[in-house]
């Protein structure tokens, strides 16, 4: 078998080239570890007393399980051994310091989509990581341009490593017998444009009209106006949502809808979004809300949310222009009315 870099010597090889790299790359480095440590929990499940209950809710509303707290705890005390001056976590309400004269701030999404373990479903750690400000707490809420490198990780039948940093992203497969990640994907680019999609069709019914019209326009395959046959996929896990782009391309959409507590949409912008489209980019794809970039975004509270297109950059331009070509006062319009060739196009 051919020797294959490792995260630490790849590391290595890049940080001198990049602001901030080496601490950057001490950060990335005891998230891994963590995520070594919290892979085998998550795969040992009950027979490591991981049962699922439910743990009460987070600071922001959201049903919490044991295994929630417990990825929350390891990777926190896994980052007060790292250069950060502050970490925000989706299971704080506020960012909590660390070292205030450290260079870097970390988001982080501990766990991501818990309650997908009990049906086997993978589930993942998202990150992302940027310098600190003059003011550690309005660090969080500058736009993820301003982010140095950010990942995540997914436990699934391997445990993989995704990581965007020095402009590129890079992907590792965990060596469970060293413990160790080892690369196995330099520069990844995804494919620019892929039949296929994933959403949640169950909402149909309340989707904003733009989303209905692209998704209408899929469906119609071949004898619609995009001429081709589309997939679609929906594992309702975004670290296995954002990988499968990365593998295959696509285009992946979580929009706000017209239900309570969905009309801003659903994912976290500080940990979930704008580390998921810096990646998307960093690897030739592209990130919007349909109306703005991803990571001109900056937050106005922790945890505040946005929807989020995602994937290969016809898919998401497309999304993008059926949004342009309507006044946002009819977003709840129905689709055919207001798509690009309807009636007012």
């Not at 209408?216 to 106006?225: I, K």
């Not at 975004?297 to 995602?310: E, N, S, Y």
Request: glycine share 10%.
């Amino acid at each position: 078998m051919d020797e294959r870099a490792t995260l630490r010597s790849h590391l290595n090889r890049w940080a001198p080239q990049t602001p901030h790299g080496a601490a950057a790359a001490e950060v990335i480095e005891v998230i891994a570890a963590a995520a070594v440590e919290l892979a085998a929990r998550i795969a040992d499940g009950p027979l490591a007393g991981i049962t699922g209950a439910g743990n009460g809710v987070n600071s922001d509303g959201d049903q919490q399980k044991d295994i929630d707290v417990l990825a929350d705890e390891m990777m926190r005390a896994a980052l007060r051994n790292a250069p950060v001056a502050a970490v925000l976590s989706e299971e704080l309400a506020l960012p909590e310091t660390l070292n205030p004269d450290a260079p870097l701030c970390v988001a982080i999404d501990p766990l991501d989509g818990s309650a997908n373990l009990e049906n086997n479903i993978s589930v993942g750690t998202i990150f992302s990581i940027r310098p600190r400000g003059n003011d550690i707490l309005s660090t969080f809420f500058e736009p993820g341009t301003g982010q140095c490198a950010a990942g995540f990780v997914v436990y699934g039948p391997q445990t993989t490593l995704v990581l965007g940093h020095n402009g590129r992203v890079d992907i590792f497969i965990l060596d469970r017998r060293t413990r160790q990640f080892l690369l196995i994907g330099q520069d990844v680019k995804i494919a620019p444009d892929t039949p296929e999609f994933a959403i949640n069709a169950s909402n149909r019914r309340h989707w904003h009209g733009p989303v209905r019209a692209y998704i209408d326009e899929c469906l119609a395959g071949t004898n619609g106006d995009r001429g081709a046959d589309f997939n679609m996929r929906w594992i309702g896990s975004l670290v296995a949502e954002a990988f499968r782009i990365l593998v295959r391309g696509g285009v992946f959409l979580y929009p706000a809808d017209a239900r309570s507590g969905y009309r801003e949409g659903r994912l976290r912008l500080l940990y979930e979004a704008h580390p998921m489209a810096l990646i998307m980019e960093w690897a030739g794809g592209a990130a919007t809300t349909g109306r703005r970039r991803i990571l001109e975004l900056g937050a106005k509270t922790p945890h505040q949310r946005v929807p989020l297109i995602m994937g290969s950059a016809r898919g998401v331009r497309d999304v993008a222009a059926i949004h342009e070509g309507i006044e946002p006062m009819f977003d709840n319009s129905d689709a055919p009315l207001f798509a690009r060739r309807g009636l007012f196009r």
